[in-house]
Protein backbone atom coordinates (compact mmCIF):
# COMPACT_ATOMS: atom_id res chain seq x y z
CA UNK A 1 0.00 0.00 0.00
CA UNK A 2 2.94 2.02 1.17
CA UNK A 3 4.48 1.82 -2.32
CA UNK A 4 0.81 2.76 -4.21
CA UNK A 5 1.03 5.67 -2.30
CA UNK A 6 4.54 6.75 -3.36
CA UNK A 7 4.02 6.40 -7.28
CA UNK A 8 2.47 9.66 -8.34
CA UNK A 9 5.37 11.23 -6.26
CA UNK A 10 7.59 9.17 -8.11
CA UNK A 11 6.04 9.33 -11.66
CA UNK A 12 6.53 13.72 -10.86
CA UNK A 13 10.21 13.00 -9.90
CA UNK A 14 10.60 11.72 -13.52
CA UNK A 15 9.11 14.08 -15.55
CA UNK A 16 10.95 16.49 -13.86
CA UNK A 17 14.16 14.79 -14.67
CA UNK A 18 13.40 14.16 -18.38
CA UNK A 19 12.34 17.85 -18.15
CA UNK A 20 16.00 18.77 -16.59
CA UNK A 21 17.81 16.24 -19.58
CA UNK A 22 15.39 18.30 -22.26
CA UNK A 23 17.02 21.49 -21.23
CA UNK A 24 20.58 20.28 -20.71
CA UNK A 25 20.44 18.78 -24.38
CA UNK A 26 19.21 22.14 -25.23
CA UNK A 27 21.82 24.34 -23.73
CA UNK A 28 24.34 21.94 -25.20
CA UNK A 29 23.35 22.21 -28.68
CA UNK A 30 23.38 26.13 -28.29
CA UNK A 31 26.89 25.95 -27.10
CA UNK A 32 27.32 23.97 -29.59
CA UNK A 33 26.26 26.23 -32.42
CA UNK A 34 27.90 29.31 -30.55
CA UNK A 35 31.39 27.25 -30.72
CA UNK A 36 31.06 26.94 -34.65
CA UNK A 37 30.30 30.18 -35.01
CA UNK A 38 32.94 31.76 -33.26
CA UNK A 39 35.60 29.20 -35.09
CA UNK A 40 34.18 29.53 -38.63
CA UNK A 41 33.23 32.83 -39.99
CA UNK A 42 33.26 34.19 -43.71
CA UNK A 43 36.31 36.68 -44.94
CA UNK A 44 35.64 36.67 -48.23
CA UNK A 45 34.27 35.16 -51.86
CA UNK A 46 36.64 34.18 -54.90
CA UNK A 47 36.47 32.84 -58.34
CA UNK A 48 37.96 31.48 -61.42
CA UNK A 49 37.16 31.02 -65.08
CA UNK A 50 37.72 28.08 -66.93
CA UNK A 51 37.76 28.36 -70.91
CA UNK A 52 36.36 25.37 -72.46
CA UNK A 53 37.73 25.49 -75.83
CA UNK A 54 39.14 23.33 -78.76
CA UNK A 55 42.53 23.26 -77.09
CA UNK A 56 41.30 20.45 -75.39
CA UNK A 57 41.51 18.58 -78.19
CA UNK A 58 44.91 18.65 -78.86
CA UNK A 59 45.42 15.45 -76.07
CA UNK A 60 42.21 13.58 -76.39
CA UNK A 61 41.58 11.04 -73.91
CA UNK A 62 41.09 7.47 -75.59
CA UNK A 63 39.31 6.46 -72.70
CA UNK A 64 36.80 8.79 -72.83
CA UNK A 65 36.00 8.50 -76.56
CA UNK A 66 35.39 5.11 -75.85
CA UNK A 67 32.95 5.55 -72.90
CA UNK A 68 30.96 8.24 -75.11
CA UNK A 69 31.30 6.32 -78.35
CA UNK A 70 27.81 4.92 -78.04
CA UNK A 71 26.55 6.83 -76.97
CA UNK A 72 27.21 9.34 -79.76
CA UNK A 73 25.93 6.85 -82.29
CA UNK A 74 22.54 6.88 -80.55
CA UNK A 75 22.34 10.56 -80.24
CA UNK A 76 23.17 10.88 -83.84
CA UNK A 77 20.87 8.65 -84.95
CA UNK A 78 17.85 11.10 -83.74
CA UNK A 79 19.99 14.39 -84.19
CA UNK A 80 21.60 13.84 -87.51
CA UNK A 81 19.26 13.25 -90.18
CA UNK A 82 18.51 16.38 -92.86
CA UNK A 83 15.37 17.95 -92.88
CA UNK A 84 15.42 20.27 -95.29
CA UNK A 85 18.05 23.44 -96.23
CA UNK A 86 18.49 26.79 -95.73
CA UNK A 87 19.22 30.08 -98.41
CA UNK A 88 21.28 32.10 -95.79
CA UNK A 89 22.80 32.08 -92.41
CA UNK A 90 19.82 33.38 -90.29
CA UNK A 91 19.78 34.37 -86.31
CA UNK A 92 17.23 36.30 -84.44
CA UNK A 93 17.52 40.10 -83.59
CA UNK A 94 14.75 43.10 -82.09
CA UNK A 95 12.97 44.66 -83.19
CA UNK A 96 13.01 42.34 -86.62
CA UNK A 97 14.91 39.64 -88.00
CA UNK A 98 14.94 37.03 -90.67
CA UNK A 99 14.90 33.99 -88.62
CA UNK A 100 12.01 35.33 -86.51
CA UNK A 101 9.91 36.29 -89.78
CA UNK A 102 10.40 32.60 -90.71
CA UNK A 103 9.71 30.97 -87.68
CA UNK A 104 6.48 33.26 -87.51
CA UNK A 105 5.43 32.29 -91.48
CA UNK A 106 5.67 28.72 -90.19
CA UNK A 107 3.03 28.99 -87.57
CA UNK A 108 0.34 30.14 -89.60
CA UNK A 109 1.05 27.38 -91.94
CA UNK A 110 1.47 25.14 -89.25
CA UNK A 111 -2.34 26.35 -88.85
CA UNK A 112 -3.58 23.80 -91.69
CA UNK A 113 -3.88 20.81 -90.21
CA UNK A 114 -5.82 22.14 -88.03
CA UNK A 115 -8.31 24.16 -90.30
CA UNK A 116 -6.84 27.18 -88.56
CA UNK A 117 -6.55 30.24 -90.55
CA UNK A 118 -4.86 32.56 -89.01
CA UNK A 119 -4.44 36.46 -89.69
CA UNK A 120 -0.76 36.85 -87.96
CA UNK A 121 1.38 35.22 -85.62
CA UNK A 122 3.89 35.78 -83.12
CA UNK A 123 6.59 34.31 -81.87
CA UNK A 124 8.51 35.92 -78.91
CA UNK A 125 12.48 36.31 -79.66
CA UNK A 126 13.54 34.82 -75.79
CA UNK A 127 12.32 31.47 -77.09
CA UNK A 128 14.94 31.57 -80.48
CA UNK A 129 17.63 29.98 -79.01
CA UNK A 130 20.02 29.29 -81.70
CA UNK A 131 21.04 30.10 -85.33
CA UNK A 132 20.22 28.36 -88.89
CA UNK A 133 23.77 28.03 -90.65
CA UNK A 134 23.49 28.03 -94.44
CA UNK A 135 22.86 24.48 -96.21
CA UNK A 136 21.41 21.66 -94.35
CA UNK A 137 19.76 21.81 -92.00
CA UNK A 138 18.98 18.98 -89.19
CA UNK A 139 16.55 17.49 -86.68
CA UNK A 140 19.50 18.59 -84.04
CA UNK A 141 19.52 22.54 -85.54
CA UNK A 142 15.75 22.99 -84.86
CA UNK A 143 16.04 21.32 -81.63
CA UNK A 144 18.60 24.17 -80.75
CA UNK A 145 16.67 26.73 -82.33
CA UNK A 146 13.59 26.14 -80.51
CA UNK A 147 14.38 23.63 -77.72
CA UNK A 148 11.44 24.29 -75.50
CA UNK A 149 8.61 22.33 -75.23
CA UNK A 150 6.19 24.99 -76.16
CA UNK A 151 2.81 23.72 -78.40
CA UNK A 152 1.58 26.34 -81.38
CA UNK A 153 -1.64 27.44 -80.01
CA UNK A 154 -4.69 29.79 -81.71
CA UNK A 155 -7.21 32.02 -80.38
CA UNK A 156 -9.64 35.06 -81.15
CA UNK A 157 -8.58 38.93 -80.21
CA UNK A 158 -10.49 41.55 -80.96
CA UNK A 159 -9.38 44.79 -82.63
CA UNK A 160 -9.19 46.61 -79.70
CA UNK A 161 -6.61 43.67 -77.61
CA UNK A 162 -4.84 43.21 -80.96
CA UNK A 163 -3.99 46.73 -80.75
CA UNK A 164 -2.84 46.19 -77.16
CA UNK A 165 -1.05 43.26 -78.06
CA UNK A 166 1.05 45.07 -80.78
CA UNK A 167 1.67 47.78 -77.82
CA UNK A 168 3.28 45.14 -75.81
CA UNK A 169 4.95 44.29 -78.34
CA UNK A 170 6.76 47.81 -79.26
CA UNK A 171 7.19 47.58 -75.35
CA UNK A 172 9.73 45.02 -75.63
CA UNK A 173 11.41 46.74 -78.43
CA UNK A 174 10.10 44.08 -81.33
CA UNK A 175 9.14 40.53 -81.53
CA UNK A 176 8.62 37.81 -84.12
CA UNK A 177 5.78 39.08 -86.23
CA UNK A 178 4.45 37.44 -89.30
CA UNK A 179 3.92 38.29 -93.05
CA UNK A 180 1.29 41.25 -93.29
CA UNK A 181 2.04 42.76 -89.89
CA UNK A 182 3.09 46.33 -90.47
CA UNK A 183 4.40 48.08 -87.26
CA UNK A 184 6.35 51.22 -86.55
CA UNK A 185 7.37 52.23 -83.09
CA UNK A 186 9.59 54.65 -81.46
CA UNK A 187 11.18 54.34 -78.16
CA UNK A 188 9.66 51.45 -77.48
CA UNK A 189 6.35 52.80 -77.86
CA UNK A 190 3.30 51.79 -81.07
CA UNK A 191 3.04 54.38 -83.68
CA UNK A 192 0.68 52.97 -86.18
CA UNK A 193 -0.64 49.35 -86.66
CA UNK A 194 -1.72 47.72 -90.30
CA UNK A 195 -2.56 44.17 -90.69
CA UNK A 196 -2.61 43.25 -94.28
CA UNK A 197 -2.25 46.74 -95.25
CA UNK A 198 -4.90 47.46 -93.44
CA UNK A 199 -5.90 49.38 -90.10
CA UNK A 200 -6.89 47.16 -87.53
CA UNK A 201 -11.01 47.90 -86.62
CA UNK A 202 -11.36 47.51 -82.76
CA UNK A 203 -14.55 45.98 -82.96
CA UNK A 204 -13.40 43.48 -85.77
CA UNK A 205 -12.08 39.55 -84.87
CA UNK A 206 -8.73 38.37 -85.46
CA UNK A 207 -6.91 35.15 -85.11
CA UNK A 208 -3.57 34.59 -83.86
CA UNK A 209 -1.31 31.98 -83.87
CA UNK A 210 1.49 31.54 -81.45
CA UNK A 211 2.83 30.02 -78.69
CA UNK A 212 1.34 28.42 -75.95
CA UNK A 213 3.61 29.57 -73.47
CA UNK A 214 2.76 33.28 -74.95
CA UNK A 215 -1.00 32.46 -74.75
CA UNK A 216 -0.68 32.50 -71.04
CA UNK A 217 0.29 36.15 -71.14
CA UNK A 218 3.95 35.14 -70.40
CA UNK A 219 6.71 38.13 -71.65
CA UNK A 220 4.59 40.61 -71.16
CA UNK A 221 2.59 39.81 -73.66
CA UNK A 222 -0.89 40.21 -71.34
CA UNK A 223 -3.17 40.94 -73.75
CA UNK A 224 -3.31 37.60 -74.98
CA UNK A 225 -5.01 36.12 -71.78
CA UNK A 226 -8.43 37.88 -72.92
CA UNK A 227 -8.06 35.42 -76.01
CA UNK A 228 -11.27 33.69 -76.65
CA UNK A 229 -12.00 30.15 -78.96
CA UNK A 230 -8.42 28.81 -77.66
CA UNK A 231 -7.22 25.96 -79.47
CA UNK A 232 -4.10 24.63 -77.65
CA UNK A 233 -3.31 21.05 -78.58
CA UNK A 234 -0.49 19.45 -75.90
CA UNK A 235 -0.10 16.47 -77.75
CA UNK A 236 4.06 16.13 -78.34
CA UNK A 237 4.10 16.40 -81.91
CA UNK A 238 2.35 19.94 -81.34
CA UNK A 239 5.53 20.97 -80.55
CA UNK A 240 6.76 23.69 -82.22
CA UNK A 241 9.69 22.69 -83.23
CA UNK A 242 8.03 19.23 -85.26
CA UNK A 243 5.88 21.52 -87.00
CA UNK A 244 8.94 23.66 -87.95
CA UNK A 245 10.44 20.10 -89.20
CA UNK A 246 7.56 19.47 -91.10
CA UNK A 247 7.79 23.01 -92.75
CA UNK A 248 11.59 22.22 -93.95
CA UNK A 249 10.35 18.33 -95.36
CA UNK A 250 7.19 19.95 -96.58
CA UNK A 251 9.43 22.40 -98.82
CA UNK A 252 12.30 20.08 -99.52
CA UNK A 253 9.43 17.53 -101.07
CA UNK A 254 8.86 20.80 -103.41
CA UNK A 255 12.42 20.54 -104.53
CA UNK A 256 12.92 24.35 -102.83
CA UNK A 257 15.65 25.44 -100.63
CA UNK A 258 13.54 27.62 -97.29
CA UNK A 259 14.17 31.53 -97.61
CA UNK A 260 12.70 34.46 -95.68
CA UNK A 261 14.21 38.37 -95.52
CA UNK A 262 13.43 41.26 -93.94
CA UNK A 263 10.39 43.14 -94.80
CA UNK A 264 9.76 46.24 -92.64
CA UNK A 265 7.20 44.32 -90.54
CA UNK A 266 8.43 45.99 -87.57
CA UNK A 267 10.43 49.21 -88.09
CA UNK A 268 11.82 51.34 -85.75
CA UNK A 269 11.92 55.18 -85.30
CA UNK A 270 13.86 55.24 -82.00
CA UNK A 271 15.37 58.60 -81.30
CA UNK A 272 17.25 57.12 -77.77
CA UNK A 273 19.27 54.18 -76.92
Not at 4 to 20: D, R
Not at 91 to 97: F, G, H, L
Given at each position: ????????????????????????????VIMLLASCTTHYRMVGIDRTRMLIDKS??????????????????????????????????????????????????????????????????????????????????????????????????????????????????????????????????????????????????????????????????????????????????????????????????????????????????????????
Open positions: MFIFLLLPNFFVFLQKIVSLMKNIKFLFYDAAPSAEAQAFLAPYQHDVDSIMKPIVGQIARYMSASKPESELSNLLCDILVWGGGPFGEKPDFSIYNMGGIRAAFAKGNVTFGDVVDVAPFENKICFMTLTGEKVLELFSQVASRGGEGVSHGVELRIANRKLLSAKLHGKEIDPKANYRVATLDYLAQGNDGLLAFKDGTDVVSPQEERNNVRFIIMDYFRAEAAEGRVVDAKMEGRIISEDTTN
